[in-house]
């Protein structure tokens, strides 16, 4: 099983980034799943959440600006990040809600004032 996370890079705020995660070697259609990040010197947190009825979650911090979806024909996972903050700087990684698969190498998201 393998999730890989890319999309991300360097962003003056305000401006927007897509990420992607994309699943090999398992169907996430049954997974609730979510984004999460990790800033340096800090814990990895939740950022997002999308069950597998499609139910939406977002952490306070990104409500109104962050928009997780998902598609069954992808097999993918996607994180549209609007508005973005330099607080909003980290490292990005997918993985099911209880975190059921390996984390791997994530995706960075700088952003700049």
């Known amino acids: 099983v393998q999730l890989q996370a890319f999309g991300g890079g360097l962003v003056q705020a305000g401006g927007s980034l897509r990420l992607s995660c994309v699943a090999s070697?398992?169907?996430?259609?049954?997974?609730?799943m979510a984004w999460y990040r990790q800033a340096p010197g800090k814990q990895r947190e939740v950022v997002a959440v999308?069950?597998?009825?499609?139910?939406?979650d977002y952490a306070d911090s990104v409500e109104d600006r962050f928009t997780i979806s998902r598609s069954s024909a992808t097999n993918a996972v996607y994180l549209q990040m609007d508005s973005l903050k330099p607080e909003d700087t980290a490292v990005y990684y997918c993985n099911s809600r209880y975190a059921s698969f390996d984390w791997g190498q994530g995706t960075q998201v700088t952003v700049y004032s």
């Open positions: 999308v069950a597998s009825n499609n139910r939406k």
């Open positions: 070697g398992v169907i996430l259609r049954p997974y609730t």
